[in-house]
């Protein structure tokens, strides 16, 4: 009787079945695996800029603001709005991150937009604004330009934010405002480590935000996206929760997290308003009290699953779950308050 030969056909399905199975258990895990690595990648981008922040300090004997909003050289004493220059804490903090040629590529005493050249960047700042920095990117994220802005053809994104408060103060008490707020970082004004008194390691220097996506200036929620990807565009009004539920525009000109050299509110600065990956949609106004200022309630969102990474004052790197207590999240954003924060 001959040897048989080769398997029977049942025998090779039941292979190939086991065979999936296994694949169905381990990819999971793989994917964890990989999630997990890229969660620490975050976590290290954000511990880098923790130390630039503190490192600035050490240099300047106070925090970077959030946007310079001062006029600066030639400027100063013309008619060009304060906020033009909106040069974020990351543009500020270059030289503190060993990117060396982006720092000698910009020219912070420019505005970034000229308002003789339809405000577009000024030609001199146009190539680093344009340069991806994996720094300010989370590998968890799309890491890719989603806007052309100011004149600059894929622009670089940052998936970083600096904290300017609860979002509940501002200038001329106007809500989600950049200006006098109560987080560790402002526009115009730079705080002091003296002024943390809630105490650096209880106080949020630096969030994370997911870039945005979804049709740029939608007229509908549909081509917009969700939350976690579009914002809301309440026009020339102070931000509130009525004018937010009664806007009708989304990602206005400009997709969420579109530069990380404009620390305005879709950009480089975010604030403690709502908890981190609110189902509530991110929403940016311009506030005609302020001189058309960019206000806003800006979320901390994630593609890490349930929570997101927050960089503290003091440099520590910690991650906060979704379901932190409101109340307790505004303690966190706020610099001064007086209060205690609970588990977060």
Known sequence: ???????????LLVVIAIIGTLVGLLLPAVQSAREAARRSSCQNNMKQLGIAVLNYE???????????????????????PEYFWAWSIFAQLNPYLEQTSIRNAMDLTLPMFNPADSYNVFPANRTAVATIVPTFLCPSDKSMP????????????????????????????????PLNTDGPFQAKVAIRLSGITDGMSKTAALSES????????????ADAGGADVAYRYAGYTAVSDAACAAATQWNVEKRRGFSWATGEIRCGSYNH??????????CVANDTSLGYTAVGFRAARSRHRGGVNLVMVDG??????????????KAVGTRAGGDTPGDF
């Open 316 to 329: 520590s790197v910690r991650f906060t779950a979704d379901s932190v207590d409101g109340a307790t999240w």
């Open 273 to 282: 308003y709502y908890t981190p990956n609110s189902t509530t949609c991110d």
């Open 58 to 80: 050490s240099a300047r004997k106070s925090l970077p603001t959030a946007y310079p909003s001062t006029q600066q050289g030639v400027y100063v004493g013309t008619p060009t």
């Open 1 to 11: 009787m001959g040897r048989r030969q080769g398997f029977t056909l049942v025998e």
């Open 210 to 221: 997911i870039l945005g996506d979804g049709t740029e200036s939608a007229s509908s929620a």
């Open 146 to 177: 989603v806007s052309d802005a100011y004149g600059v053809t894929k622009i670089a994104p940052t998936n970083y934010a600096a904290c300017i408060g609860s979002g509940v103060n501002g200038a001329n008490s106007s809500p989600g405002s």
